[in-house]
């Protein structure tokens, strides 16, 4: 497994992954490096050149979509996957709730695992789950913060 830092206007990103496919992209700020990198990645700035550049195409207000191969993983619960292939779903500039995202993959009541899969979503910004808000409107939990939240949906909403 390879990684990278990467600089963005929302602070460093960890992008990690193999050969042809990206398995996690997290918000380095509100994280010790020395916890979520593992001693046997090795580190390569050149490696993903093609996802760095979508991501400043992205802040660049330029990209809405990204064509990047995601690897999940298998180890993940078949629910979380479900949520997360959902939210791609959530178009460029719109905010979905999470009981919005529990009825539109059939279950309605699960509108707080849904937020757990958000909570665990392994690759932030590509996997939309900033654009998630509580039904009332309000910006709720998110790993890169509220502040990276707000920033985000500004950025998408301004264009």
């Known amino acids: ?11 460093q990103l960890l992008l990690a992954g193999e050969r042809d496919s990206l398995h996690q992209l997290s918000f380095l700020a509100r994280r010790d490096p020395d ?9 390569d700035e050149s490696y993903f050149t093609q996802i760095t550049s979508q991501l400043k195409e992205y802040f660049d207000g ?14 993940r619960n078949s629910f979380s996957r479900l949520v997360w292939s959902e939210l791609r779903k959530i178009p460029y500039g719109e905010t979905c709730s999470y009981r ?3 009825e539109r993959i059939g279950r309605p009541k699960a509108y707080r695992a849904v937020g757990q899969a ?14 998630v808000i509580g039904s009332n409107g309000t910006l709720t939990g998110f790993g890169g913060g509220l ?13």
């Open 100 to 102: 919005t995202i529990a």
């Open 147 to 159: 502040d990276t939240k707000r920033f985000l949906l500004d950025l998408e909403q301004s264009r």
């Open 62 to 75: 330029i990209r809405r979509e990204f064509d990047i191969h995601l690897d999940i993983g298998s180890s």
């Open 1 to 11: 497994m390879f990684y990278s830092i990467v600089e963005s206007p929302v602070g």
């Open 35 to 43: 916890k979520v990198i593992s001693p046997k990645w090795t580190h």
């Open 118 to 131: 958000n909570h665990h979503n392994p690759i932030a910004i590509i996997i939309p789950c900033h654009r």
